[in-house]
């Protein structure tokens, strides 16, 4: 006898497909009158302390192709190591989206350095920004994070970082600093320059 369901089951997942833009980032789909602006565009809303930074980068497939449909989500501490919400900048909203320029690829964040924040034992994290990754292809969304290379000594004694096996893979993690405050952290999917991604 078939036993009946008490709760409903968990859908299976899907790929982003060809809507998550439409869905997520309208404006930028050519679907005006919806929001203001697409939600997660500004992240720096006032005043902020702390050094403003860029960050651009692409996500390539295994192939070295730049995905031009990808969507990605940030989420990081302001530069006194506060969250959103938890006595963060009021100035800053911690959290942005941006869709890759569908003829590069490239995504774009303007945004402050973040600070470093607490681990549950009292160790100081390195600066770092907390990426999601969804795309045409992707069951489930990609999880990362993105250091930044001029903070050594800090990356040095991050509980992350000092914690993964294969550390000659640390450096798919840094993002690169470039002129006029930028950093360039590009996402690989697979192949030799694959970036680490977390299971959480």
Not at 62 to 72: E, K, M, S
Not at 105 to 116: I, Y
Request: with cysteine; proline share 5%; hydrophobic share 35%.
């Amino acid at each position: 006898m078939v036993q009946k369901l008490e709760s409903y089951r968990e859908s299976p997942s899907q790929t982003a497909g060809p809507y998550v833009h439409i869905g997520c980032t309208p404006n930028f789909s050519g679907i005006t009158g919806v929001y203001p602006e697409d939600l997660g565009t500004t992240m720096i809303t006032g005043d902020v302390s702390g050094q403003r930074i860029t960050i651009k980068g692409t996500v390539y497939d295994g192939a070295g192709t730049a995905l031009r449909d990808a969507l990605i989500e940030v989420w990081q501490a302001d530069a006194n190591s506060k969250f959103a919400g938890k006595g963060g900048d009021t100035g800053f909203t911690g959290w942005g989206r941006s869709a890759g320029d569908m003829a590069t690829g490239e995504f774009t964040f303007e945004t402050v350095k973040p600070g470093r924040v607490a681990w549950p034992d009292g160790r100081l994290q390195a600066p770092h920004v907390t990426f999601w990754i969804v795309a045409r292809g992707i069951n489930l969304g990609l999880h990362t994070r993105m250091y930044f290379a001029d903070e050594a000594p800090a990356n040095a004694e991050d509980p992350i970082l000092t914690r993964l096996e294969h550390s000659q893979r640390i450096p798919t993690l840094l993002a690169q600093s470039e002129a006029d405050g930028t950093y360039r952290f590009d996402i690989h999917l697979q192949g030799a320059q694959e970036t680490i991604f977390f299971d959480i």
